[in-house]
């Protein structure tokens, strides 16, 4: 059984910035993607950074150029980097991990992140 463990979330100011960590119990290059997701209150889960196999990144049109995907092979770890953060960020933010190519087949039990303004 796969396991996604994140960390890295609290609370933080607007403007700044802030580093989730999701550690996978597998050789996370094995995956076919890994992928950050995000669930503010109130609303649906949605989809903020992806990232292949192969290392190509996809980006939600929202966090383009805000945030990015980095990835550590040695640690079985990939990131999500979240700069100039804003309050519309607060959300609980969910690692994924699929085998498959059209679903994720496993998740991390979540990280919160407030952003106050």
């Known amino acids: 059984q796969v396991q996604l463990v994140e960390s890295g979330g609290g609370l933080v100011q607007a403007g700044g910035s802030l580093r989730l960590s999701c550690a996978a119990s597998?050789?996370?290059?094995?995956?076919?993607?890994m992928g950050w997701y995000r669930q503010a209150p109130g609303k649906q889960r949605e989809l903020v950074a992806v990232?292949?196999?192969?290392?190509?990144?996809n980006y939600a049109d929202s966090v383009k150029g805000r945030f990015t995907i980095p990835r550590d092979n040695t640690k079985n770890t990939v990131y999500l980097q979240m700069n100039i953060l804003k309050p519309v960020h607060t959300a609980v933010y969910y690692c994924?991990?699929?085998?498959?190519?059209?679903?994720?087949?496993?998740w991390g039990q979540g990280t919160p992140l407030t952003v106050s303004s």
């Open positions: 597998r050789n996370i290059f094995s995956f076919n993607a």
């Open positions: 994924s991990a699929s085998d498959s190519v059209d679903h994720y087949d496993y």
């Open positions: 990232i292949t196999g192969i290392g190509r990144t």
